[in-house]
Structure formats: structure tokens, C-alpha cells
């Protein structure tokens, strides 16, 4: 079946630090990848998303490449900060629509 | 905010209960999943709907069942409720079901003591 698999947390980092955050998946058929936020005490929401091979994702800072050689879509960002203390989720979803979800990486920003 | 909206927010029950949690789905979206939330499991795909019919289940206990209405809101019953069952229960919707994202909801926090 359709898995994946994310970078175990959690991971804390300095403000002004490099963020990655690795994340691979196995599917049948041709997934969109999305990388989702949940923020404390809130739902999930969409961070961003790719849909075919070698799309970038890119919102708020944050970018993730679509790679299928490799089925990888690991998500990173150049310089982070307080306010993006959260989980991030990463996720497939196929064209069978059913929508599989990693299991979160939990990401502190110290001052 | 998502559109998509969840009630009640909080929810504190006994053993052996049961419970109807409610979502409606953002506007003109077809699509309703339900999710599970714990500590120690994350997040856990129960049931998907689309349209009112049932599209995809996931890891559903037998004491749960879920329905879509013809306004396209949706309910998850929870019965015989246990302690383990406490968790965060999120409803998530999308226009349809092929390859798009999903928009959550603030989710239930479900207490059982």
C-alpha cells in the first residue's frame, strides 16, 4: 500500500537556521505531495503542494521539490523563525483518492 | 479559517457512551475525511465520503460509523466508548478526490474518563 515516511523529530533549531526536513513515499499511480502545518492548538493546513515531477512547492519561505527519481519531496527553508514552531505533515494523495499522511515532525525555533 | 467547520469543540464523556461529532465542509466541496489525532499514534485516516457515499476507510473501529447527508455534512458516531478512544477528531474536506488537498478543520477534543 501507499506509505510515508518523514524525518523523525523532533528537531530543534536556532532562529535564522536551515531547515530539512526529509520526507519519501511509495505509491501506486501518479501522487500529488503536499506538505502541511498544524500549529498549536489548530487543525492542519496546507503549506504547500506539487503535482508532477520536478514542481516546486513554494509558500512562506518554505520550498519542496517533487522528486520521482528518487520519491522524495523534502521540504526546507533558508532561515527560520520563532513563529514556525509547529508539525509538518507530509502527504500523498493518488488518483484512487485515498490520501496518505506521514507521521509529523515536530519543529522548535529558539530564540 | 478553512471554511470548514466542527462542533462541538470539546467533548467530555463517560466509558461506555456514545457520541455524534458533526463537520460541514467548505462550500461546493464533495469530499469529507475523517481523521484521528492521539499522542502516541498521530494522525489516522478513518473514513472518507464523497458525494454521501462511502469512498475509502481507513483504520475504523467497528464502534465508530460515519455518514454523509444530502447538504454534504457529515457525522462520525462513536458508541461503547473507552478510554483509549480520547483523542482529537479532525474532519477535513476537498472539492473532489483525485490527487487534491485537503482543508481541515479546528477539530473535537474528545475527553473519555
Known amino acids: 500500500g501507499d506509505s510515508v515516511t518523514q524525518m523523525e523529530g523532533p528537531v530543534t533549531l536556532s532562529e535564522e537556521a536551515f531547515l530539512t526536513i526529509n520526507c519519501t513515499y511509495t505509491?501506486?499511480?501518479?501522487?500529488?505531495l503536499f506538505w502541511y502545518v498544524q500549529y498549536p492548538g489548530e487543525g492542519l493546513q496546507l503549506l504547500l503542494k506539487a503535482t508532477k515531477a520536478d514542481d516546486k512547492g513554494s509558500n512562506k519561505g518554505f520550498e519542496a521539490t517533487y522528486r520521482k527519481e528518487t520519491t522524495s519531496f523534502h521540504l526546507e527553508k533558508g532561515s527560520v523563525q520563532v513563529s514556525d514552531s509547529a508539525v509538518y505533515f507530509c502527504a500523498l494523495s493518488t488518483n484512487a483518492g485515498k490520501s496518505t499522511f506521514g507521521d509529523g515532525t515536530t519543529l522548535t525555533v529558539k530564540p | 479559517d478553512s471554511g470548514v467547520t466542527q462542533t462541538p469543540k470539546h467533548l467530555i464523556t463517560a466509558t461506555g457512551q456514545r457520541v455524534t461529532l458533526r463537520c460541514s465542509p467548505r462550500?461546493?466541496?464533495?469530499?469529507v475525511y475523517w481523521y484521528q489525532q492521539s499522542l502516541d499514534q498521530g494522525l489516522q485516516f478513518l473514513i472518507q465520503?464523497?458525494?454521501?457515499?462511502?469512498?475509502a476507510k481507513g483504520n475504523i473501529l467497528e464502534r465508530f460509523s460515519a455518514q454523509q447527508f444530502p447538504d454534504l455534512h457529515s457525522e462520525l458516531n462513536l458508541s461503547s466508548l473507552e478510554l483509549g478512544d480520547s483523542a482529537l477528531y479532525f474532519c477535513?474536506?476537498?472539492?473532489?478526490?483525485?490527487?487534491?488537498?485537503?482543508?481541515f478543520g479546528p477539530g473535537t477534543r474528545l475527553t473519555v474518563l
Open positions: 465520503y464523497y458525494n454521501g457515499e462511502e469512498r
Open positions: 505509491a501506486t499511480g501518479y501522487p500529488s
Open positions: 477535513a474536506s476537498s472539492p473532489w478526490t483525485e490527487r487534491n488537498e485537503q482543508f
Open positions: 462550500s461546493g466541496d464533495l469530499s
